[in-house]
Each structure stands twice: as structure tokens, then as C-alpha cells.
């Protein structure tokens, strides 16, 4: 399952689910370098990673969208 770190509050990690749904993550699960709009693998296994292709192209659209707004 793939999740988007849309926050952080206290101990967790607030990620929205590809369904819209948001659940929370502990953040010592989350790996290092994660941030808001990380892109996160979730496996069933409990193994977390960072999708790097996935996170580079949502960032690329809300660059191209906050570009599309301002100008």
C-alpha cells in the first residue's frame, strides 16, 4: 500500500492512504529522510520505504500547479 506523510503530530506520522483515508504511522517506523509529501511503501511484512520515483513526481506536480497558480 502506498501512503503520503501529510504531517506530523506528536509521536506519529499522519499519512493519507491512496483512498483518502488517513492513518497515523509511529515515526520511529518511518525511515530517516521522510518528510511531509514523502511517499511511503507500506508492505505487509511491517517493512516501510520510501518510494523515491514516487515522491520526485508528486512533488514535480504540486511544483507545476503552485507555478500554474502564482502566475
Do not use: H, W
Not at 21 to 27: E, F, G, Q, R
Not at 32 to 47: H, I, M, R
Request: with cysteine; net charge negative; aromatic share 6%.
Amino acid at each position: 500500500m502506498k501512503v503520503v506523510i501529510d504531517r506530523f503530530e506528536g509521536k506519529f506520522a499522519v499519512c493519507e492512504k491512496e483512498d483518502r483515508k488517513m492513518i497515523n504511522i509511529l515515526k520511529d517506523k518511518v525511515p530517516s529522510g521522510a518528510g511531509e509529501g514523502t511517499v511511503l511503501n507500506l508492505y505487509d511484512n511491517g517493512k516501510i520505504e520510501i518510494d523515491i520515483e514516487e515522491t520526485e513526481k508528486q512533488a514535480k506536480k504540486i511544483e507545476k500547479l503552485m507555478k500554474d497558480l502564482f502566475n
